[in-house]
Each structure stands twice: as C-alpha cells, then as structure tokens.
C-alpha cells in the first residue's frame, strides 16, 4: 500500500489548528442570518470552537467520552463537532429526523454523556426517555427560545451559556484547549455515525482521527480543489459524506457556505456563487429536468435552440473526455452555445462551478452526460460509512460516464469471486461499536471491509453495479438489478420523484412510482388540469398515461425480463420522516415494498 505522507496530522484538532495558523484571515464559513449571509474567519471560527471546547471541558467531559449532536446542517453543528473534537472527546452524529425511540437507543448505545441539540423538538425527544438515559447529564440547546429552560435549568443549558463557561475557563488557563489538541492520538475515537442495522436497530461506525486526517489529505492528493474554492454545503453533516467534506475543507482550506434547507439550494447557489457542490443524484435530476421542462414549455424557435446547443455540447464534451481536438467549425458553434444557452443555465447555479461531486447513489449516465455537455462536469465518488465516506472519486479533467474513479492514494480495493467489492486502508472503521461479531462479517483481520456492492474495475476505475442484497431474483430463476432499472426511468422522465422497482419471488417485475411535485403541477397548467391537487394528478388517467409512455420507452431499453409489466404512482412522494427515504435521499426499498405491501400485492392478482 502506497506510503501516507508524514507531513499527516494526528488529530481533527491539530487539522483545525494548523489551517487556522496558515490561513488566519481568510473567510472559513458563510452562514445565512434574516435573509443575508454572514462569514467567519478562521480566527474567528476558532475563538467559538476554543470556547465550545472549553466549556465541555468544564462540564467534565473526558478524553474519547461521546458528545451527541442532533441537529440540521448549519453553522451551529460544525462549531459544536469542532469543539468537540478539539476537547478531545468523540461526536455521535443523530439526524434531526429520528424518532425519540432511536434518539434514546443511540444516545445509550454510545454512551454520549451530553447531546447538544438544535431546538424544542429535539430536546423533547430526550426529555421523553429521560429515564432511559441515566449517563446523560447535559442538554445543550443551540436555538436559546427553548421553552424547557426554566423547566429543567440543571440539565439543559443553550450553546451560547456553554461559550461564556468556556470563555472564563480559558481566561484560567489560555493553553487549556491546545494543550486537550495535543493529547490526542490518531487511533483515537472522533466520530460515532450510527446507519440502519439488519436487526432493525442502528449500528455505530467508529470512525478515528487518523480516518479523517487520511481523508483531507488524499483528497488534497487529487489537485482538483484549492484554497480559492468555494464550497457550497447542504449536504445532512450527521451523515458521512456531509462530514467528510468538512476534513476536506481543514485541509486545503477553502471557504464553505452552511445551509441545510434543501428548498434553498438553488436560490442559494445564486447568492453564494460557489466554485463546486457534492450533493445525491437527486438534486442534479432535479435541477436537470426543471431546466428541460423550462425549455420545453416555451417551445418554438428557443426550445430549438436549447436543443440545438446540448447536441453541439454533447459532442464537443465526448471529443474532450476523449483527449481529441474540437475541429473549427464545432468550436465557433459550441461558443454560439455557450452564449445563448450554457452561460444561463450556469448563471442559475451561481455562474462559477467547475464540477460538482455526486455520492451516497449511482447517478444516471444522460444526466452526466447532461451536465458535461452544459460545462459543470459531475464527477462521481464512492465509498460508505464504514469507510469514512470518501474511497473512490473521479476526476473532472479525467471523467469516465458510469465508473466511480480510481481509490483514493494509500487505499487498496479488489474484487471477491462473486463479485463485492473489497477495500482496504486507513479510512475504513475500526468496528462496530459494542458489535464484535458484527464487526468480524465485514472486518477481517487483515483489514479488508466488505462492502456490500457488487462491482467492477474497468482501467484502473470501479464500476458500481448493484447492491448486492438489492438483487432481485423472480419466480422464473432471473437475477435483476433493481438500481440500473430504477437510474434508466429517472433519466428518462423529467416528472419522476422516485420509482422503486420490485419482483423478488415474483413471476414479473413492477414498480411503485412518485411524481415531483413542481414538475407534475407545470405539466398540469399546460394540459389543462390546473385545478387539480398533487393527489389528484397522481390517480388521473393522462398523467397515468404519460408516465405509462415513459415506461414504454424504458422497457424497450432493458432485456424481456427485466421490463415493467405494472406500476403504481403512490399518491405522495416518500419522506424521511415516513422511512421512505435516507437522509441522504436514497430509498429505502424495504420500507417501502413494506408500506405499500398490499397495493404491491394486487399488481400480482390474475
């Protein structure tokens, strides 16, 4: 395995620190505040962190103790992870979404003696299973309205309470936080992110410092970003591709603009003007099919030309990626293009991104190709949280449609006889927490996770295929990938939210299918269906019949018994808060082929 550079940090902490000493005055965060942005510096940022830290210090919290953060992604939750990284103890990450019974489970299975949680709902899930919780002794609330307060004022406290406390215990000893940095080793716990268990309860991925430290630094490997970038970030930071990138942004130090409020993204991406974005599939499907539906509802002479600029685009990106020259004539079309076309659509997303990274799922290859042809190239990056997130990812100069890149510098990956995917190297877990024999199926002893996925590498770069418990295999003995069935529908229809396609022990396969709302209701005011609701429009015989349409058409792209002999469209989109979706917007097949058990059943009725 390729050597680690020895210039690695030991620690989150020292990560911070160090990027603080070179880049003092350089923007860190950006944050909305009443409808403007508002920025800390480095020096800034870290005059609240040393404070957060401080604080836990004094409150008694000890080396690799947990510190639980529920919140939503906003400024608030880096400083408070920060802080307690810095303070030497470990974050357990727990989604806003999750319901008081798995806050209480998580809460106690990592043994996390405070939660700093983000408002009234959040610490009304704890104080619900108070009695569940005997080790913990500190609510820390980071919106101060909480109602609880004088209810309950030995046992939570507000974030800004915590910093006055940290304040006046570094005004006792000013080396207190540095000297906690200094403590820490590299095989030390940072980070306790807890993903969906077999047994139906949530498993904690151990995550050291020396994970992290290794993810920032092969990363900064790449060159493809640099200390000018800047980094839009919606992404859940309870989730391990929100916070790897925030190892990412210690490393090379770029500034990043904190807004977890998905309905915002684009509006956002105007304002703040980044250079790149990571985010799921779904948001570049939806941006994607909002800017063709634009197109094609003002028809005539300009959807010609929307049309005319991606085939021209199309083919210049294919002669790039391909290392060949674009002849003279195509150059002066494409600059027409760009011109009438590119340059707007990059205007909607702030006019200055150079790639995006798409995770957490497989992106569709005509929506790649889409946005390589529109010049914002999405590259696409692998990897889980049991691997620190980050362990293949393209690059924007090198992009193979359909491949996740080649493993990050000091990874090892190999491919098993039946086809997983195998990894080795620093980002992988050192365990389940308190889950020996769990971790020894997917841990050997020698350091190679198995991943799950089944997959392929292809020049030096994997290829995902499928899940590997995901295989669906029908009464007739046919093996089917959902995923690749599932990635070919959204590509193909601008008006899909979601389809989960189904057939396990089945004799044919179908499918449950949701609608975007914002793209079925413009649809509707054209087809003169205006006044009808969202649920409306899910069970009306011309929207059954347009969907029907793109089915045909996705049917004819895939083998006979691949095809989709029925489907539903489900009256309401799925949701994090019903189990139909992850926060990172994957879907949860089983919940849903749960939920909706009996509409699939009587697809199956002769």
């Not at 709902?121 to 101060?144: A, G, H, Y």
Request: glycine share 8%; net charge neutral.
């Amino acid at each position: 395995m390729p050597p680690v550079v020895a210039d690695r940090q030991n620690s989150f902490g020292e990560m911070f620190t160090d990027r603080v000493t070179l880049t003092p005055n350089n923007e860190a965060f950006r944050y909305p505040v009443d409808g403007t942005w508002k920025s800390l510096t480095w020096t800034q940022t870290k005059d609240r962190v040393f404070a957060i830290s401080a604080g836990l210090i004094a409150l008694g919290i000890k080396p690799e103790e947990r510190v639980a953060i529920a919140a939503n992604t906003r400024i608030e939750w880096i400083l408070a992870d920060l802080g307690i990284l810095c303070a030497g103890a470990a974050t357990t990450t727990i989604y806003p979404s999750t319901a008081a019974a798995d806050v209480s489970y998580i809460t106690s299975d990592s043994g996390s003696r405070v939660v700093i949680a983000e408002d009234q709902t959040q610490v009304d899930k704890l104080l619900s299973r108070k009695d569940e919780l005997p080790d913990l002794f500190k609510i820390i609330v980071m919106d101060s309205s909480s109602s609880s307060m004088s209810k309950n004022d030995d046992l939570v406290i507000t974030l800004a309470e915590l910093e006055v406390m940290g304040a006046a215990k570094l005004a006792e000893d000013a080396e207190l936080v540095n000297k906690s940095i200094a403590a820490v080793k590299p095989d030390d716990l940072a980070t306790l992110i807890y993903t969906s268990g077999t047994t139906g309860k949530p498993k904690g991925v151990r995550l050291l410092h020396s994970s992290w430290t290794y993810e920032g630094w092969a990363v900064e490997q790449m060159n493809i970003i640099s200390v000018d970038d800047v980094q839009y970030l919606w992404l859940p930071l309870s989730h391990v591709f929100g916070k790897v990138l925030t190892a990412v942004q210690l490393r090379i130090g770029f500034s990043t603009a904190v807004d977890g409020n998905l309905d915002r993204i684009i509006e956002n991406l105007a304002v703040v003007k980044p250079t790149f974005m990571a985010g799921a599939p779904r948001i570049f499907e939806k941006v994607r099919a909002r800017v063709m539906l634009t197109a094609q509802g003002e028809g005539g002479p300009k959807a010609k030309i929307f049309d005319w600029a991606f085939s021209v685009g199309h083919q210049v990106s294919a002669l790039k990626l391909a290392g060949k020259p674009v002849p003279t004539v195509l150059g002066l079309k494409h600059g027409i293009a760009q011109k009438l076309v590119f340059s707007k659509v990059q205007a909607r997303l702030g006019g200055r991104i150079r790639f995006f990274v798409s995770g957490s799922a497989a992106l569709s290859r005509p929506v790649a190709e889409w946005y390589a042809a529109v010049g914002m190239p999405v590259v696409e990056g692998y990897g889980l949280s049991e691997t620190s997130a980050a362990t293949f990812v393209g690059h924007p100069h090198d992009l193979v449609f359909g491949t996740v890149g080649p493993p990050l510098f000091g990874t090892e990956v190999k491919i098993a006889e039946d086809g997983e995917i195998l990894v080795r190297g620093p980002g992988v877990m050192s365990g389940y927490h308190n889950l020996p024999d769990v971790t020894a199926e997917v841990l050997s002893a020698d350091g190679w996770l198995t991943t799950g996925d089944i997959g392929e590498m292809v020049d030096g770069k994997l290829k995902v295929t499928d899940r590997k418990k995901d295989l669906i295999k029908t009464s007739g003995g046919k093996y089917i990938a959902p995923q690749k069935i599932e990635i070919l529908f959204k590509a193909i229809s601008p008006y899909a939210s979601q389809i989960v396609v189904h057939g396990e022990g089945r004799k044919f396969v179908s499918a449950l299918i949701t609608l975007d709302a914002d793209a079925i209701t413009d649809w509707a005011k054209h087809n003169g269906l205006e006044d009808k609701s969202y649920a409306e429009l899910t069970k009306d015989t011309a929207v059954k019949s347009l969907v029907d349409s793109q089915i045909t058409e996705l049917n004819s792209k895939l083998e006979r018994w691949e095809t989709i002999k029925k489907f539903e469209i489900l009256p309401k989109d799925l949701t994090i808060e019903d189990g139909g979706i992850t926060p990172s917007l994957k879907v949860r097949r089983k919940n849903v082929e749960k939920q909706y058990g009996k509409l699939l059943d009587g697809l199956y009725k002769d």
